[in-house]
């Protein structure tokens, strides 16, 4: 698993990599209400922002951790957007990207190095 | 993820309950100049739950408690009328009301609850705008009108409808207290003034008491199974869910009450016509709103989908003009009706409820119906 400094985490899974946010985030965030998703199929650049989630407190913007394409994205958040909240690492992913330049991932922390960056 | 999270700054000033917001495990936040919770270890969504479903306890000790004395009732009530479009002088030994004080252009300093006790006044005031409101208190009065600010005192609102049934452990009166009504009370040993109002839309008390003597009160009541502490996030999406105005963003010195939909806080007497017409500050710009109708209004707003819509969403008539018809004050997701809800000023042209008007929300116009307030019915308890 890698860590942005924007609390998104990525995980490698079959040549795509899952994107979502991390349990501090979520705790930090509160109650999630709503989250808009990327379109399928969609190019994206790193940095770019391509997501909203918005909880009881704030909307907050999601950036692209990569450059590439948009494969998937988490449909049950349209509806169940407290999963976000529930199971931040797992049910409550965002979507899905082929990188475009792998290599890319290798700028993020490890696990270790983003519970310093949190502390 | 971008976003700012408020920390407590240090020069906040703590409320007689800031121990124990800390050992409930509240996130403090900075708020009118005080350290105060915005939710606590449940989260907002549940405490709003909670407080629709059984009771809340809010400490809203940071508001300004403001004594107001003259020689006599008369006289004060006529100083006061001179600052409020309210029947003052009408009011009866406990009895309180909702109004507000206006300024010379017809706008509001703030929105205030005044309580006659004895023959003496007091008032509450919102945080942010006490130190305002005791200063326009004191030039605006006569010498012999004193005003005191009760900087000692704390507030403890406990919302919900099985707040009754929780005070009656304390002390049985309480059942007779029908809404808008004020009493002194012991409480378990502790004085305290309860009135029967809040700032949720449900049935609910407040409780004005020496600071010293929160803490316990406060502590005792959560010791009840029906009582959850409730933080300031749940109380700004109960009181948008209840259509009730927060200072600052709904209202301010550049909003009139008639703007705003509070000509119902304006009664007969104080009216064109009315045996005490006008004679308060920007009375002849107020009066002459009521009677010609305002350019805007102050309505509730219901966004499609799921997407909430804050303050500072601008208003539009359709899905292409440049120039506003309106903007959003105040919105977020309204718990207890499952969906985004707001509420905004519109041009008078859009006011009626059933019209259709677009929010931009990041660079796209969506559909924003104009509907009726409240979003959620008021369940005040009427008198016995």
Redesign the interface.
Same mark, same amino acid.
């Given at each position: 698993m890698h860590y942005t400094e924007?609390?998104?985490w990525l995980r490698e899974e079959a040549g795509t990599i899952i994107v979502g946010?991390t349990t501090h985030?979520a705790e930090?965030?509160?109650?999630v209400?709503?989250v808009?998703l990327p379109e399928i199929g969609s190019a994206v650049t790193k940095g770019e922002s391509i997501a909203? @989630? #918005?909880s009881?407190?704030?909307?907050?913007? @999601? #950036?692209a951790p990569l450059d590439g394409e948009i494969v998937a994205v988490n449909e049950v958040l349209?509806d169940k957007?407290?999963v976000v909240?529930s199971d931040p690492t797992g049910e409550g992913w965002f979507f899905k990207i082929t990188p475009s330049d792998p290599t890319q991932l290798s700028g993020y922390m490890d696990k270790a190095a983003y519970l310093e960056f949190i502390k | 993820m971008t976003q700012t999270i408020t920390p407590t700054s240090l020069s906040a000033k703590q409320t007689p309950l800031f121990d124990l917001h800390c050992e409930l495990g509240a996130k403090m936040v900075t708020f009118a100049g005080y350290a105060l919770p915005v939710q606590y270890s449940k989260g907002v969504l549940e405490e709003h739950r909670h407080t629709r479903a059984q009771a809340g306890l809010f400490d809203v000790s940071h508001m300004g408690q403001i004594k107001i004395e003259a020689e006599s009732w008369t006289e004060l009530a006529h100083s006061l009328e001179k600052l409020m479009p309210q029947d003052i002088l009408g009011l009866r030994e406990g009895s309180q009301r909702y109004g507000f004080l206006t300024t010379d252009a017809g706008g509001i300093l703030d929105d205030v609850i005044v309580i006659r006790r004895g023959d003496t006044l007091w008032m509450v005031a919102n945080a942010s705008r006490k130190d305002i409101v005791a200063k326009h208190l004191r030039s605006h009065s006569e010498s012999n009108i004193a005003v005191t600010e009760l900087t000692d005192w704390a507030l403890i609102a406990l919302q919900g409808p099985a707040s009754e049934a929780v005070l009656r452990e304390f002390n049985q009166q309480v059942y007779e207290l029908g809404f808008m009504e004020s009493v002194a009370l012991d409480l378990g040993g502790v004085a305290a003034w309860i009135s029967r109002s809040g700032y949720t839309g449900e049935d609910g008390f407040e409780l004005s008491l020496a600071a010293t003597a929160a803490d316990t009160i406060a502590r005792a009541l959560i010791a009840h199974d029906s009582v959850a502490p409730v933080g300031l996030g749940a109380r700004d999406s109960l009181r948008l869910e209840a259509g009730l105005c927060l200072y600052g963003q709904d209202i301010t010195e550049e909003t009139t009450p008639i703007e705003a939909n509070l000509s119902w806080v304006i009664p007969k007497c104080r009216r064109n016509g009315g045996e005490r017409a006008g004679g308060f500050l920007g009375a002849e710009m107020i009066l002459n709103q009521l009677d010609m109708g305002p350019s805007r209004r102050r309505v509730g707003l219901r966004p499609e989908g799921r997407a909430p819509m804050r303050s500072g969403v601008r208003l539009y008539a359709n899905e292409h003009e440049d120039t506003a018809i309106g903007e959003i004050t105040s919105g977020g997701f309204g718990q207890s009706v499952g969906r985004p809800i707001a509420m905004g000023y519109v041009n008078r042209d859009y006011a009626q409820p059933n019209t259709t008007v677009y929010g931009e929300l990041r660079g796209r116009r969506q559909p924003v119906a104009v509907v009726r307030l409240p979003f959620v019915a008021a369940k005040y308890k009427r008198s016995n």
């Open positions: 924007e609390h998104e946010i985030a930090q965030l509160g109650d209400v709503f808009e909203v @989630i #918005e009881v407190k704030a909307a907050s913007d @999601i #950036e349209v957007p407290e909240n | -």
